[in-house]
């Protein structure tokens, strides 16, 4: 099955630098990668997503870049605020069809981002 | 965006018993998932939930501890078996929003088990 690394575990960071999360996948057939956002006590929100036909994708200060080669995806956060502070997850999944059909998604242990004031 | 309720929304339960969690989904969902998230750590897929059939289980997951329904698109139970203090988890389901790549989550179901 499917295993996702996630690193780092912990990520600190001054407020208006910038964090990078790094994820590795071990099955080449996964072709969809979101990324989530959980606050403590909340729900994973998703944040962003990238198939595996796209090398990169941006929202905001947001990005995530892809490379199926190596089998790993990173995401970017620009310009951090107190508000980014959170645990973020990557997961990966194999996905039939555009817009549906989707398998489990397997995920990272998780990045703590701290931004610091 | 798909909306998704979960209940009870946390339980306090006795060794040996079972808990059956509930999932509401609005229509605009297609595939649903159930998820565990022990404390302090990342969540862990524990089955498909399949309309009018049986669910499909991850490794490490079996029908006899986690028994699950979705009778109808829109609605699923997980049932927590033979409980043991090391069932005390969040449980969460999710379900995938039609038309979408987006899998939304439930607020989840806090279980400790004593």
């Known amino acids: 099955g499917e295993n996702v690394e996630q690193h780092p575990s912990t990520l600190s960071v001054q407020e208006g630098d910038s964090a990078v999360i790094k994820c590795t996948y071990s099955?080449?057939?996964?072709?969809?990668f979101p990324w989530y956002k959980q606050e403590l006590g909340k729900r994973p929100q998703l944040i962003i997503d990238i198939r595996s036909n796209v090398g990169e994708k941006k929202d905001q200060r947001i990005a995530v870049t892809l490379n199926k080669t190596a089998k790993h995806f990173s995401l970017h956060i620009t310009e951090t605020q107190p508000e980014d502070s959170a645990v973020y997850f990557c997961?990966?999944?194999?996905?039939?069809?555009?817009?549906?059909?989707?398998?489990?998604?397997?995920f990272g242990k998780g990045t703590h981002l701290i931004i610091q004031p | 965006s798909a909306v998704i309720s979960q209940k009870p929304s946390r339980d306090i339960c006795q060794r040996g018993t079972s808990l059956t969690i509930q999932c509401q989904v609005d229509?605009?969902?297609?595939?649903m998932f159930w998820y565990r998230q022990q404390p302090g750590q990342s969540l862990t897929l524990i089955a498909t939930a399949n309309q009018g059939s049986e669910a499909t289980y991850e490794s490490g997951f079996v029908i006899d501890k986690f028994p699950i329904s979705r009778p109808n698109l829109t609605f699923s139970t997980l049932t927590v078996s033979n409980m043991s203090p090391e069932d005390s988890s969040i449980y969460l389901c999710s379900g995938e929003g039609r038309g979408t790549d987006t899998q939304y989550f439930g607020p989840g179901t806090r279980l400790t088990v004593l």
């Open positions: 229509s605009q969902v297609t595939m």
């Open positions: 997961a990966a999944s194999y996905k039939r069809y555009s817009g549906g059909g989707a398998d489990g998604l397997t």
């Open positions: 099955d080449s057939a996964s072709n969809y």
